[in-house]
Each structure stands twice: as structure tokens, then as C-alpha cells.
């Protein structure tokens, strides 16, 4: 394995840029990440604010190896991709699908729900604006583990007899592995044939495995960033045995080149991929942003291995910040760096 830069290689090259977005998304308006230039190519460090460095280590793992050990060779040229509608108004729902293509190339879309401040009334008026605006598409809803199992089990339910078997999966819809065990098995009790996807039972767990070993969940999401890396991140698919959705930590267009990557080399990629989140930037660092057309994003490439494109001058210097907000990043980097350290020796 390619040894661990020291923070002042990483740091040597790296900009932090703040991104806008067009509308709320987990909590976000703007999207802060550092963004690292390495031998392989560029990187993104990007943990949520709220992240501390134990956390954090696994998402400078995953750009340690995206810019100095490299993405690989993929498997596929093109990733299907799903459409992501944030948790906003029916009468906001044509604009966010129109960043997406025709409607009949979208091959699914998956729909926040279960937003603070929001009721099961308003994510009910959003997935059927979304059914039926693009009436081929297949649906998820993503919960972010924000309903109490009660609350699962009626909402599931209820959206279930809306679309029928339009629904593809239920996405968190409780948190914690054990209680999502608990929702499967009920589910199952009552006749309910919905699948069930684990994603921050995978990527905040210590053990990811543990979804499968428990039956917790049918397919799982998986995120490069917190898993550490697209090696690990494909590790932990194999082992699990289930299948997988990859998608995004809300990435600038650097940071998606390791999701298309993973997508890529899976040996099978049963659902279209939520690696459209580009889409929900107000403004990007390439010219060319990876925002999925006709249902799909290609995987970038140079001389047959996944490489991310290359960021604009102009758009760095746009998005640029320094001073304190530049010290933070620094700071979390270090931090983050110290704790690979530590487990490495």
C-alpha cells in the first residue's frame, strides 16, 4: 500500500472552495470541501461539519487514495443514475426533475422524507407529483433513519398502497441496525413486500457487515468517502452479499469520480446509482459537471483507470475561501491525518 503523505504533501496543493446549492439538502445551503491534488490525479476531502476526527480519518483515506493511489480500472463505461428530489414542495418538484433529462430516460427517483418541520401529508404530495410526472421511473424514499418504528410501519404502509410496486425500497427508514432488524421482520409479519435499504447503518457502523449478519436490511447503500475508499468500500459489498446502491456524500464533481468508480467495478449493479447530486450544486469547480443525461453518468477516464476531471482555474478562484474557514479545513485535515497515523502503526 502507498504510503501516507504527510499533511504539509496534502496540504501543499489543496483548496477549500464553498459551494451553493439550490435548495436544502441534509441539513446543507452551501457545500464546503478541500479539495487535494496528488500523483493520481485531484481528490475531495469533504466531512460534514459535525464530523470529528475519528470520522473524518476515513474520508481523507478515501482521497489519499483517489489522488496518490489511484481509482482503478471499472468494469462498465456507464453508471445508471436515479434522479434525487430533496424534500421541497410539490409545486417545486417539475424543476428539480427538469436538472435531470426527459422524463422517460430517468430510471428511478429517489425522495427525501421524513424532513424536520415536515409531516407524512408533505412527503405524500412529493412522491405523487414524482409519480406522476415521471410515471415510468422506478421510486425510493430515503427516511435518513428520522421516523420512530411506529412511524415506519404507517408510512411504509401508506406510501406503499399509493405507488404499489412502483416502490422499489425504503431507505433507512429507522436508525441503527438492530431497529431497522426489528422493521424488516415486522414488515415481513404483516405482508408488506417492500425491500429495505441500510445506509447510515453501513457507513456510520464500526462493523458494516453487521446489516447482513442481522437480516437488517435487503441491499445497502454504500458511500466511498466514510467507508474509507473505493477498495474498502467494494470490500465491504463482497462480503456482505447484498446488493448495492452507490451513492453520494453530496460530492463536487472531484468527489463523484470515486462514486462512478466503485459503480464501475462492482460485478453487479442490480439499481440505478444515486451519483446525480451534482445536480443540486448551484455552481461546480469543472466546466463540465457530472450531472447525469438520459438516465446515466459515463465514468471518467484517462488511459483506461477512473480518474476525477479536472477542476477550472477560473471556477476555483471563484469558490475559493481562505483565512479561518481555510484554518479549519487545515485544522480538521490534521487531525483527521493523525488518526490514520495512529491505527497504521
Not at 487514495?65 to 482503478?72: F, K, S, T, V, Y
Not at 446488493?243 to 453487479?268: F, H, P, Q, W, Y
Not at 446525480?276 to 483507470?305: C, K, Q, S
Amino acid at each position: 500500500m502507498t504510503r501516507l503523505p504527510d499533511p504539509e504533501e496534502l496540504l501543499d496543493d489543496a483548496v477549500v472552495v464553498r459551494l451553493p446549492m439550490r435548495t436544502r439538502f441534509r441539513g446543507q445551503i452551501v457545500r464546503e470541501a478541500m479539495l487535494l491534488r496528488g500523483p493520481a490525479g485531484w481528490a475531495e476531502f469533504a466531512p460534514f461539519p459535525e464530523y470529528a476526527a475519528a470520522e473524518s480519518a476515513a474520508w481523507l483515506d478515501a482521497a489519499v487514495e483517489a489522488g496518490w493511489r489511484g481509482l482503478g480500472a471499472p468494469r462498465r463505461t456507464h453508471v445508471p443514475i436515479n434522479a434525487t428530489m430533496p424534500a421541497v414542495t410539490a409545486g417545486e418538484v417539475p424543476a428539480v426533475l427538469e436538472r435531470y433529462g426527459r422524463p422517460e430516460t430517468i430510471p428511478a427517483v429517489k425522495i427525501k422524507v421524513a424532513e424536520p418541520g415536515q409531516n407524512l401529508a408533505d412527503d405524500l404530495a412529493r412522491i405523487r407529483e414524482v409519480a406522476r410526472l415521471v410515471p415510468h421511473a422506478g421510486l425510493r424514499v430515503d427516511a435518513n433513519g428520522g421516523w420512530s418504528h411506529a412511524e415506519a410501519l404507517h408510512a411504509i404502509e401508506t406510501i406503499s398502497a399509493v405507488v404499489g410496486d412502483r416502490l422499489e425500497y425504503a431507505e433507512q427508514p429507522v436508525a441503527g441496525v438492530e431497529p431497522l432488524a426489528v422493521l424488516r421482520e415486522e414488515l415481513h409479519r404483516r405482508g408488506v413486500p417492500i425491500l429495505l435499504a441500510a445506509d447510515e447503518a453501513v457507513r456510520k457502523a464500526e462493523d458494516p457487515l453487521r446489516v447482513a449478519r442481522l437480516g437488517a436490511a435487503d441491499l445497502i447503500v454504500v458511500k466511498v468517502p466514510p467507508l474509507g475508499g473505493v477498495g474498502r468500500a467494494a470490500e465491504v459489498v463482497r462480503a456482505s452479499g447484498l446488493d448495492a446502491v452507490v451513492s453520494s456524500a453530496l460530492d463536487t464533481s472531484i468527489g463523484l469520480a470515486a462514486g462512478l468508480a466503485l459503480a464501475a467495478r462492482l460485478d453487479s449493479l442490480p439499481f440505478a446509482c444515486g451519483l446525480g447530486t451534482a445536480a443540486l450544486l448551484a455552481a461546480d469547480v469543472v466546466d463540465h459537471p457530472l450531472i447525469p443525461w438520459e438516465g446515466a453518468l459515463p465514468v471518467p477516464l484517462r488511459d483506461g483507470v477512473v480518474v476525477a476531471p479536472e477542476p477550472a482555474e477560473r471556477l476555483l478562484a471563484e469558490h475559493r475561501v481562505e483565512g479561518e474557514r481555510r484554518a479549519w479545513w487545515e485544522e480538521r485535515l490534521r487531525a483527521a491525518h493523525a488518526v490514520l497515523e495512529e491505527a497504521a502503526s
